[in-house]
């Protein structure tokens, strides 16, 4: 096909041979040997010589040569992006092997704080990754810009420590009671190394960080409330059976009375000595894990009561009651024995 080229002062237009040009009556025909050549636009009808020029070009300078501009605003670098938040998600997932390797090339990184997310600090707080903290509160960075660090919602160190911590985390611990008692220790251990003045301090809500505490951690609270009540009711009944065969022992003494001295018969055997200590240690601490357990039913359960004292209450209680079980299993060993010699 033969084109014919029509130049302007600023550009070329390449026009086919086969073209549509209107008459006045307004029939469309086809023009192929027409010279000049017509071109309709919407100022009328313009007449354009074969290689001429034009003196109001209809196309601006540079029209088609112009490229699309990315906005940088919009569009930031990916891969610079992706790069800057590495140490960031090693420091998310606990990658405490990379951030040693980062820090030895760059030492600033750790004194470094992002608007979105603050230090790397900040985030081993937030998903408590404690080998991370560990690693840098012991290499001694713990810088004025890290401690007072507040984010745009006013949040400090410490309301970050009092958010609930990740799933993945918790789910390491199966019992609630644990998880709280975790997460409390967690909220100690941030609350020493910020300044006394931010423990109390609101944020933009109008809430301190044990204000956030309590509203992040109330489910997990209550369940572990509920956890605890559940283990001391079921220790109750198994201490309560124990202390009722070992009562009931204490006046069936193995082997019978003597019918003149009214004395037991085989009081003198050593088997009939350690049945008495057994019965008599089970009956004691069977006794006494009752009353720790209902202790432990009657507490207040505050969030600092996770801490230690229904913690130290449950071993406690824990530990006398195997004590009573096995006290109670050597007095019916020895029942057994004496009915086999005897």
Known sequence: MKNY???????????????????????ARRNKSANPLRVRNGDG???????????????????QEEKPRRNINQHPDTAHDQKSKRPATAAKIGNVEFLIILVRSFPDLLCQVDES??????????????????????????????TTYIDKDGNNMLHFAAKLGPSDQLNTLSIAAVQMQHELLWYNKVGKIVPPSYVNMK????????????????YLQEKGEKWMKQTANNCILVATLIATVVFA???????????????????????????????AIAMVFSSTSILVFMSILTSRYREEDFVKIIPLLLLFGLGVLFVSIAGDGSSIQCNLLFGILH
């Open 5 to 27: 080229s029509v130049r302007s002062s600023s550009f070329d237009i390449r026009l086919s041979n086969q073209f549509t040009c209107l008459n006045p009556s307004g029939d």
């Open 45 to 63: 009808m313009k007449k354009l010589e074969q290689g001429g020029h034009s003196s109001k070009p209809s196309i601006p300078k540079n029209h």
């Open 117 to 146: 997310y603050g230090s790397l600090f900040h985030i081993a707080i937030t998903y408590r990754q404690e080998s991370v903290f560990n690693l840098i509160y012991e290499i001694g960075v713990m810088t004025e810009n890290i």
């Open 203 to 218: 944020n933009s809500n109008g809430e301190t960080p044990l204000d956030i505490f309590e509203r992040e951690h109330k």
């Open 249 to 279: 022992a204490a006046f069936t003494v193995p082997g019978g009375n003597d019918q003149i001295t009214e004395k037991p018969i085989l009081l003198k055997s050593n088997w009939f000595t350690i049945f008495f200590i057994s019965d």
